[in-house]
């Protein structure tokens, strides 16, 4: 069953209320999984693979993030897995590909990140009178969007034509243009089209440790290993004092 896309606007407009998030400005995805307590880790994976998620009966939420995918890419796989780990009734263990064919619940979680990420209030409010009544948006405001939202080119494209900003023929047209080119050439910077964030974990891995080992319930050899799990070593600081 095609997803409705109804039900998914106000799953996200419920979604950011529930968050203290307004209805049209762009996200700070690194905040929000601080606030979610959604453990997040950034690896280099394979580029079939987006991302994964996972959820346990306490309510403890897992996300691992490719990081070999440009920045904008990672934050639709961010909002993505969101939609499994909050909006999602009964969510299973899975990995997300793009490219292959879809079921309901993936095109569901695609649609709710396109719409988490790229409000349409927000969009309307960046585009000109007279690009919205023409349905031709010009290269410099598509690059304002894409920065301002922080999505691939690919992704605000698609969005654009499924609120029906711009029709087919503009999509296909701007899709063509060189994205890290056409950014220069307006004076953007181009991390957003880069890969970012390898060995970046977000979570309170590092402080649960942390309290283990102050509470002596772990040895300074377990602490060391459980912070070499998300690449930080926690002993050097200080000359390789434990009182921090």
Not at 74 to 83: D, G, K, P, S, V
């Amino acid at each position: 069953m095609k997803p409705n896309k109804f039900i998914i606007e106000r799953q996200v407009s419920a979604f950011r209320a529930d968050n203290g998030l307004s209805s049209s400005e762009p996200i700070s995805l690194k905040s929000l999984l601080l606030k979610l307590n959604v453990l997040t880790v950034f690896r280099p994976l394979s580029d079939n693979f987006s991302g994964m998620c996972l959820k346990d009966n306490s309510e403890h939420r897992f996300m691992l993030i490719n990081s070999n995918h440009p920045r904008g890419r990672q934050h639709f796989t961010i909002a993505h897995e969101l939609y499994h780990l909050f909006i999602e009734e009964k969510p299973t263990p899975h990995k997300c590909n793009p490219g292959y064919i879809k079921s309901s619940v993936e095109q569901s979680a695609d649609m709710f990140a396109s719409s988490l990420l790229m409000p349409e209030a927000g969009i309307c409010q960046l585009i000109t009178e007279s690009e919205l009544k023409s349905k031709n948006i010009s290269l410099a405001t598509i690059l304002k969007l894409e920065h301002y939202f922080s999505v691939s080119r690919s992704a605000l494209l698609y969005r654009l034509l499924n609120i029906g900003i711009i029709t087919e023929s503009i999509r296909s047209h701007l899709a063509e243009v060189g994205v890290k080119y056409s950014a220069k050439c307006f004076g953007y910077d181009t991390a957003l089209y880069e890969p970012a964030n390898e060995g970046l974990v977000i979570g309170d891995f590092g402080e649960k440790a942390r309290n283990l080992f102050d509470q002596e319930k772990i040895s300074e050899s377990h602490y060391t290993e459980l912070l070499r799990k998300i690449n930080i070593n926690g002993m050097q600081e200080n000359e390789n004092s434990i009182g921090c």
